[in-house]
């Protein structure tokens, strides 16, 4: 496609005539394929009156794009150098509704008095190609959020993913992330729309949070449960869950949540850890 070639020369020419490289340890791939970028855009329906929430705007490609449909972008950069480079880059071009935050994704997300908290509003959404070190912490504490975002499109590694969508069997990634959104896989990204190009590939994936989660104890139990029977994967349930409780008492649990103790944790659907987390606060008599 002829309009890959030149974005892909931009990024390079950007980084040199700048002074500017990309830096491995903050995970900096660049995207610069055209038909990508809409796709990561069109996904989310987005509107005029949206706030969104993008981790990592390196040089602005998906930033500027969005800057045109939505209302205003936060964006959440650690790298000053780029958050720099960007905010004066926005500046020249006379766009306006770009706000660059300086800082740690992970702490300005998760600290209720950080600057992003101040000024997000109670709905927003995330669009983000995000440096893939922070993939399951950065889904993590979005979803846990008491303000969860209305939608999170991320550009993240194609295995986490299908891991994510349950396409290997169940993880305790899988579970944890379906527990709190239904995810979708919208596109599978080749490393060659990326600078530099990374090893792997990639995917768009849409996380729909649902509106129906248990109350805080059942969510802080059934976490409890998955946790602690994952711990060692490759061991049966009972042996894992025995640390929680009495080996018979745990036993009948699982036994009346219509699950063999002998299973292994990786055998049980989402259904199937509701269930057992409903008779272990049973047991528990906690309500
Ligand atoms: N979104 C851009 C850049 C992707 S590279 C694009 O699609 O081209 C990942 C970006 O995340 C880089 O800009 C990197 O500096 C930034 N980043 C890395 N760790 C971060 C963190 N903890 N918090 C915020 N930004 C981070």
Redesign the pocket.
């Known amino acids: 496609m002829s309009n890959k070639v030149s974005p892909n020369n931009s990024?390079k020419s950007i980084l040199e005539s700048s002074d500017l490289s990309?830096?491995k340890n903050?995970?900096?791939?660049?995207?610069?394929d055209s038909n990508i970028?809409n796709k990561m855009i069109e996904g989310e329906d987005i509107n005029n009156d949206d706030t969104i929430l993008?981790?990592?705007?390196?040089?602005?490609?998906?930033?500027k794009p969005l800057s045109s449909k939505a209302k205003h972008i936060i964006a959440?950069?650690?790298?000053r150098d780029?958050a720099d480079w960007l905010e004066n880059n926005v500046k020249e071009e006379g766009i306006s509704n770009i706000s660059i935050i300086r800082?740690?994704?992970?702490?300005?997300i998760e600290d209720p008095d950080s600057t992003l908290n101040s000024i997000l509003p109670k709905d927003y959404k995330v669009i983000?190609?995000?440096?893939y070190?922070?993939t399951s912490h950065l889904i993590r504490i979005l979803l846990e959020k008491e303000d969860r975002p209305q939608r999170i499109t991320l550009?993240i590694q194609k295995e986490v993913a299908e891991r994510i969508c349950n396409r290997n069997g169940n993880s305790i990634l899988s579970i944890s992330v379906n527990y709190y959104a239904d995810p979708k896989i919208i596109h599978i990204v080749s490393k060659n729309c990326?600078h530099p190009k990374p090893k792997i590939d990639s995917a768009i994936i849409s996380l729909t949070p649902k509106e129906d989660i248990g109350n805080n104890i059942f969510t802080e139990y059934f976490f409890r449960l998955l946790k602690t029977g994952f711990s060692s994967p490759r061991k049966q349930l009972l042996k894992n869950l025995s640390q929680l409780g009495e080996r018979e008492v745990i036993s009948s649990i699982l036994k009346s949540s219509g699950i063999d103790p002998e299973q292994r944790a990786e055998t049980l659907s989402l259904s199937d850890w509701k269930n057992l987390t409903n008779a272990y606060l049973a047991a528990l008599k906690i309500s």
């Open positions: 990024i990309a830096k903050l995970g900096q791939n660049f995207l610069h970028i993008e981790i990592g705007p390196g040089l602005g490609t998906l930033t959440v950069e650690k790298d780029l800082g740690d994704a992970l702490k300005e983000a190609n995000i440096p070190y922070l550009m990326f």
